[in-house]
């Protein structure tokens, strides 16, 4: 648990550290998925029902729109902006999670972000609140960020794997992530981050695939693929997600190698943009 009721962003570094278990010991140093072709679940399931069965003696209405097939859905998604993609996932009835969500949750932060965050999907506070990592792994999550001296909202996008809350706090289905996949697929063009950071199994499972246990992630270098117009595809480091943090003291300390690592990466993808951008233009013979 966080102790202190200062936000993260008033904690001094070593007040930080103590907050995520990791003080006197740890200081800073230097150092695409099948999309499930499960059926649209109707806005009203009692409209379908009068579509089909043409109840109080009125004939069947014709569906307003055909039904999209998976690959056209992401299709479609491929193709939005922020604004569209907003709309969309806040009327999204493409899984079972959006019959007992408040209200789905997109994203937060800075949208032309380096660094993009990515959890497992909205626990009960971020369905109530409708925005990510707003409870007690938020607050960890926060002061993680703090001690790399990142802040929400300021070069950081937050997203989830998921964009509804899994009834219960369960861990999303498989066909779940890969129906909300063309979402987090979408968000990750528009932002073009310099380094993803994948919180925990169902993170890793969304972008990486269904590729083994946490801690055979931790450490390995994984690449999304290039977006349009880079050569280079984008740092993905795997770490714990922060719940888990929070009932596994001990693996604390393995978190923030993962996040120093990540910080190395990101200084080293720093340097070769700023290296290529220096580059004279090749002209042509
Ligand atoms: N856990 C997550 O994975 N995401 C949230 O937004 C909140 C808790």
Avoid at 200 to 218: E, K, T
Wanted: with cysteine; glycine share 8%.
């Amino acid at each position: 648990m966080i102790a202190s009721n200062r936000p993260a962003s008033r904690l001094t570094r070593l007040e930080l550290l103590r907050e995520i278990g990791l003080s006197p010991h740890w200081q800073l140093r230097e150092s695409p998925v099948a999309v499930s072709a499960t059926p649209a679940v109707p806005a009203r399931p009692e409209e379908a029902l009068a579509h089909r069965t043409g109840v109080d003696g009125v004939a069947a209405a014709p569906a307003r729109s055909p039904v999209l097939t998976a690959d056209d859905r992401a299709e479609e998604i491929a193709g939005m902006g922020w604004e569209q993609l907003r709309e969309s996932v806040a009327t999204c009835r493409a899984c079972a999670l959006c019959q007992e969500r408040r209200q789905a949750v997109l994203g937060v932060g800075d949208v032309t972000a380096d660094w993009l965050f990515i959890g497992e999907g909205p626990g009960a506070e971020e369905d109530a609140r409708g925005e990510p990592f707003v409870g007690p792994a938020g607050k960890l999550l926060d002061a993680m960020l703090a001690a790399i001296d990142l802040q929400r909202g300021k070069d950081v996008y937050i997203a989830n794997a998921v964009k509804c809350r899994p009834p219960g706090n369960r861990t999303p289905e498989p066909a779940e992530i890969a129906t909300c996949a063309p979402y987090l697929k979408r968000q990750i063009a528009l932002i073009q981050p310099r380094l993803i950071v994948l919180l925990g199994r169902a993170a890793a499972h969304a972008l990486l695939g269904d590729v083994g246990s946490l801690a055979s992630l931790r450490g390995q270098s994984f690449a999304y693929p290039a977006p349009a117009g880079s050569a280079y595809g984008i740092p993905v480091v795997v770490t714990y997600h922060p719940a888990y943090l929070l009932r596994t003291l001990p693996d604390k300390a393995k978190a923030w190698e993962d996040l120093c690592r990540a910080r190395t990466l990101m200084r080293a993808a720093k340097t070769a943009a700023a290296e290529s951008a220096s580059q004279p233009a090749t002209r042509p013979t």
